[in-house]
T-cell receptor, first 111, second 112 residues
Framework: AAGVIQSPRHLIKEKRETATLKCYPIPRHDTVYWYQQGPGQDPQFLISFYEKMQSDKGSIPDRFSAQQFSDYHSELNMSSLELGDSALYFC??????????FGPGTRLTVL | GENVEQHPSTLSVQEGDSAVIKCTYS??????FPWYKQELGKGPQLIID?????GEKKDQRIAVTLNKTAKHFSLHITETQPEDSAVYFC???????????FGTGTRLQVFP
């Protein structure tokens, strides 16, 4: 069965640089979620989109922005990167209000 | 907002024994409670979930129970196997927002 695809899988950036993470949801899933997971921590909700509109917002810094495109893929844009942004970033997709299926994640390292 | 507590943080069992992980939630409006298994370097994998109109759900060796009055739900794994070793997260969400609030995780080790 098709799963959530995330790219890149690994990303290394310097402080103050920008990064773009991409998420391709499971076919026919119209909702995308972004979560951030620090080392040894639980995933923290950042933002979600339903039918290309932002549906909910969590603890996402103002330096981050995201959008969902017409083909339902989503991108998380991160600017002015800080050391504390180093984490695993997961995208999950679901049918509306259905089970969330997570992708393999992008490991971001900020040096 | 919702707060989910999870215990224990680590759990070691012998192969074949049962394992129980417990979570409590604070928001009485929460109505969906999934459990995820996360192996090292991988994304969380949904293993079972339960909605607030059901008290118990079972899928082979895995079961989840929900006590809405106590705002408490538990994961039960029977006949554990070494491949069950992973970090398990409980989560909760409400009907009007589908974001998941996770517990802090339980590292389960199953020894052969």
């Amino acid at each position: 069965a098709a799963g959530v695809i995330q790219s890149p899988r690994h990303l290394i950036k310097e402080k103050r640089e920008t990064a773009t993470l991409k998420c391709y949801p499971i076919p026919r899933h119209d909702t995308v979620y972004w979560y951030q997971q620090g080392p040894g921590q639980d995933p923290q909700f950042l933002i979600s989109f339903y039918e290309k509109m932002q549906s909910d917002k969590g603890s996402i810094p103002d330096r981050f922005s995201a959008q969902q495109f017409s083909d339902y893929h989503s991108e998380l844009n991160m600017s002015s990167l800080e050391l504390g942004d180093s984490a695993l970033y997961f995208c999950a997709s679901s049918p509306r209000l259905g089970e969330q299926f997570f992708g393999p994640g992008t490991r971001l390292t900020v040096l | 907002g919702e707060n989910v507590e999870q215990h224990p943080s680590t759990l070691s069992v012998q192969e074949g024994d049962s394992a129980v992980i417990k979570c409590t939630y604070s928001d009485s409006a929460s109505n969906y409670f999934p459990w995820y298994k996360q192996e090292l370097g991988k994304g969380p994998q949904l293993i079972i979930d339960i909605r607030s109109n059901v008290g118990e759900k079972k899928d082979q060796r895995i079961a989840v129970t929900l006590n809405k009055t106590a705002k408490h739900f538990s994961l039960h794994i029977t006949e554990t196997q070494p491949e069950d070793s992973a970090v398990y997260f409980c989560a909760a969400s409400t009907h009007n927002t589908d974001k998941l609030i996770f517990g802090t995780g339980t590292r389960l080790q199953v020894f052969p």
